[in-house]
């Protein structure tokens, strides 16, 4: 699938030296990619190049000196040729700033024309242009929001029912949909759902939406060259999503007729011939049998092309480049498809408790070891985000690419891959969640759609009760465990030293720079004679994380007896950055009102009490960095007269 090293021989314009901005996921790939075509690249991670965030004040000229720094060094020396810019998949790369920028500092910008990424930067004016083009979009109107007032009158207006959904214009990732099924939901969910807007974003710019429900998400991936040629690629099924973020993707699309296929492909055509597009992007569609509408885009190679490029048989990266250099599709190797990547499933994995909905970042401890797995009928490969003793700063973990020739045999070969995937330490991950969603009976018959996961998949909550003693006895050997009980998650344990043991390990450590904190790791059997992977990490003194094959629950050893009676206490639901604390000290807070948030992985999130409370004194102030479980403020249970 390599493609002739002339693309990156021939240009006048540009030497070789490409910069790759993004992150280390996909940044590694295209780099890759870049190499074999004969480039030079130079990833943003290796050079340790931080980028500012969109919303930061004065972002423009901060991503200048960050350019400026990467101009003045040694990787970017070409004489008197100019290097190029690859935008990655970064937050920028949609940005008409960037390529306004980079052109201005003579780089070579791989990107569409700053008046196609305009277009882009606002979903508003992408959807009044397919509007053009007689392609429907729900849109209640093409009048951005910005309180709940507006919204109210609006729907009025409409005569539009609940439920709806709101978007920021100009999306915010994590934080950029919100799904509103009554007006007590709008009133309680808006507020601080605008704020995370504007924290992400730099300004709030809602719009307005139907709630379409049943129908899948479907991305289709383009590269448009100079001359006019269009070539499609597979499309993608993202309708497994868990907050508007993807998590389980499936390509190519099934359970969709023909004629909606041509259909999307003809709209994908119709709307770059409008905005003259040159280079990758794709559009995205929600598709409810016979009816289709467009909800969105992205300029630039979207976070799934090394799923459809598998599937294609193709460097996505090539055909990118080529388009940027003027070349046309022609002079491109023929696509050659594997049998193998016949049917692709890509799965994301998050630092997050997917049941409760809640970010948990922290220190990566333990990584699997296995990359790739190849079989007779299907392959799979592993691209992690984090290295193992890395502090995880944001929710992306790692992606894994799955092939094989039918559908049903790569959601096997998934499932027992998923087995072998092994993040590990104060973090929580989603693997668990995914498996179970990969197992259930309606995803396996293709029967889902883009709500599924969120309002009908029901995880498993508990494990079986066979790991209690398990989860609690491997905390229980690393220090005192006389006259305690042992709590795992929400359930009693009990210790019974024949429930299971160690066959590799025990391994004792403690966390840096907490020698009463101890951990432990290896790999233990079940009476049952199930062998899992475990690590229990210390969180305090008498709290772990404890993961014991795909379950991660906490453990807590609760002191009993005289004198033991524990104070009601205030615990931060996940670790990050204390944004606001509404209540100042003697205050009295009512049930269930938040009395501080949390920013943790750009969401914001309320901590509450269920009874009425005065603050004795906070623990920690606004800005003040905060663990998960950790106490954030002494208080007294007042009593209504």
């Known amino acids: 699938m390599g493609m002739r090293p002339k693309l990156a021989q021939g240009s006048a314009r540009h030497c070789r030296k490409v910069l790759v901005l993004g992150s280390p996921v996909t940044g590694r790939r295209i780099g890759e990619q870049l190499r074999e ?30 350019l400026l720094s990467f101009l003045r060094s040694p990787a970017s020396a070409c004489g008197e040729l ?19 920028l980079g052109q201005e500092l003579g780089f070579s910008v791989i990107s569409p024309p700053a008046r196609v990424l305009t277009l882009f930067a606002n979903t508003l004016t992408l959807l009044i242009q397919g509007e053009r083009l007689n392609i429907p979009h729900l849109l209640i109107s093409s009048d951005p929001l910005h309180s709940v007032r507006e919204i109210e009158l609006l729907m009025a207006r409409a005569q539009q029912q609940f439920p709806i959904i709101l978007k920021s214009a100009k999306g915010s990732p994590g934080a950029g949909h919100l799904v509103v099924h009554d007006v007590e939901q709008l009133e309680s969910k808006l507020p601080l759902w605008m704020e995370q807007v504007r924290m992400n974003c730099g300004e709030v710019m809602v719009l307005a939406e139907r709630y379409l429900e049943g129908a899948r998400l479907v991305s289709v991936p383009f590269v448009r060259f100079v001359d006019g040629a269009l070539r499609l690629f597979p499309m993608i099924d993202a309708s497994l999503q868990c907050r508007q973020r993807k998590m389980v993707e ?42 289709a509408f467009l909800v969105g885009g992205v300029a630039r190679l979207d976070t799934s092309f090394p799923l459809w490029e598998r599937v294609a048989g193709v460097d996505a990266v090539a055909w990118q480049m080529a388009a940027a250099e ?37 220190l990566l401890r333990e990584l699997g070891e296995r990359r790739s797995w190849s079989f007779p009928s299907g392959e799979a490969e592993l691209d992690p985000a984090v290295e193992a003793g890395a502090e995880v700063s944001h929710e992306l973990l790692g992606l894994l690419w799955v092939g094989a020739q039918e559908r049903a045999q790569a959601l096997t070969l998934a499932s027992g891959v998923l087995q072998d995937v092994w993040f590990a330490g104060s973090l929580q991950t989603n693997e668990r969640f995914v ?30 009760e066979a790991m209690l003693p398990v989860l609690a006895g491997a905390c229980a050997a690393l220090g005192r465990s006389e006259g305690c009980r042992w709590a795992v998650g929400d359930q009693w344990a009990k210790l019974e030293p024949s429930a299971f043991r160690w066959v590799r390990g025990p391994e004792s450590w403690s966390e840096s720079g907490v020698s009463s904190r101890k951990g432990v790791s290896g790999t233990v059997e079940l009476a049952a004679g199930q062998r899992l992977r475990l690590c229990a990490y210390p969180v305090t003194e008498d709290k772990w994380l404890v993961r014991l094959g795909n379950w991660t629950l906490p453990v807590r050893r609760v002191p009993q007896g005289p004198g033991t009676k524990r104070q009601p206490r205030v615990l931060a639901l996940v670790s990050g950055r204390v944004h ?7 205050a009295r807070v009512p049930a269930h009102e938040p009395l501080l948030i949390i920013e943790s992985l750009g969401m914001l999130i309320p901590h509450a009490l269920p009874v009425d409370v005065r603050i004795q004194r906070w623990k920690v102030a606004a800005e003040d960095p905060v663990r998960a479980g950790e106490e954030l403020a002494e208080f007294e249970v007042t009593v209504k007269a």
């Open 37 to 66: 075509l004969g480039y030079e690249p130079s990833l943003q991670e290796e050079l340790g190049l931080s980028l500012p965030s969109i919303a930061e004040p004065d972002a423009p000229a901060k991503l200048r000196s960050a």
């Open 82 to 100: 100019s290097p190029c810019l690859h935008p990655g998949i970064s937050a920028w790369a949609e940005r008409p700033e960037l390529a306004t």
């Open 250 to 291: 499936f390509c190519p699309v099934f359970g969709i007729d023909p004629a909606m296929e041509t259909q999307l492909s003809r709209w994908t055509q119709e709307l770059a011939e409008s905005m003259g597009y040159i280079g990758a992007g794709s559009f995205d569609f929600l598709v409810d049998g016979s009816r």
């Open 326 to 362: 003027g070349l046309g599709p022609e002079e491109l190797p023929a696509p050659r498809p594997s049998r193998k990547w016949a049917n692709g499933i890509a799965i994301r994995f998050y630092a997050e408790d997917p049941v409760l909905q809640l970010p948990q970042p922290g």
């Open 435 to 464: 498996a179970e969603l990969l197992s259930h009976p309606w995803v396996r018959e293709g029967i889902f759609h883009a709500g599924f996961v969120d309002e009908e998949f029901l995880p498993a909550i508990r494990p079986p």
């Open 580 to 586: 606001s604390v509404l209540f100042r000290d003697g």
